[in-house]
């Protein structure tokens, strides 16, 4: 179930793409889109916190063996070898494709392991009452560039992209990066950015109302 925003009367919230106030809708269920560009505005779902700390603090613990222990072992015409995040990177800038591999770093290692890091504290503050406005902004950052569930998802297809002559056996590693790509994968669902505005906008509106009394 979904409902637009469209009334411009009542209690407002502000469309965090194209600015446009809108009023809150009444409907106990369902999901907020903005009519102007149909950016996805909140929901009546409740926040979390306890199971968003969890899940963050699980991807962190997953992310150093997601990036470092082999992915795949492959052994090609007797020579054997192993593939890992962080070989592919430095692989990349030995033959010089120096943006790809810092794209590759930034996606997969560096915005990953930021994006947990902002939600585990942003999720601590605001259990104990806080305003984190800058932790939840680097966790919008994360959302939009943490990108490592692509990286499974190219490994997986060039698994099935070899020859006859290769062997391929999976690393610890891969299972470590699944584990990364679903916990990760649930706590963004847990933790909707606009249920994360709501919470701020009632926090501004205690505080202003304390400050005043």
Do not use: K
């Amino acid at each position: 179930m979904s409902d637009s925003l469209s009334r411009p009367s009542g209690p407002a919230v502000v469309c965090h793409d194209c600015h446009l106030r809108l009023a809150r809708p009444g409907a106990d269920r369902g999901h907020w889109y903005c009519p102007r560009c149909g950016a996805r505005l909140g929901s009546q779902h409740r926040l979390r916190a306890q199971a968003v700390i969890a899940l963050a603090a699980t991807a962190l613990v997953l992310w150093l063996p997601a990036i470092s222990l082999p992915l795949v072992y492959v052994d090609q015409f007797g020579a054997a070898g192993s593939v890992t995040v962080l070989s592919s990177a430095a692989a990349l800038f030995g033959d010089r494709y120096g943006l790809v591999a810092a794209v590759v770093l930034g996606t997969l290692v560096v915005m990953p392991a930021a994006q947990m890091t902002a939600l585990l504290v942003a999720m601590a503050r605001l259990h104990a009452g806080g305003r984190p406005r800058r932790w939840l902004w680097w966790y919008r950052q994360g959302r939009e560039w943490a990108m490592p569930e692509i990286f499974l998802l190219g490994a997986l297809i060039a698994t099935t992209e070899l020859g006859e002559n290769t062997s391929l056996r999976l690393g610890t590693g891969l299972f470590f990066l699944l584990g990364l790509v679903v916990a990760r994968w649930v706590a963004e669902g847990l933790a909707d950015p606009a249920v994360l505005d709501r919470i701020l906008e009632q926090r501004d509106a205690e505080a202003g109302d304390a400050a005043r009394l």
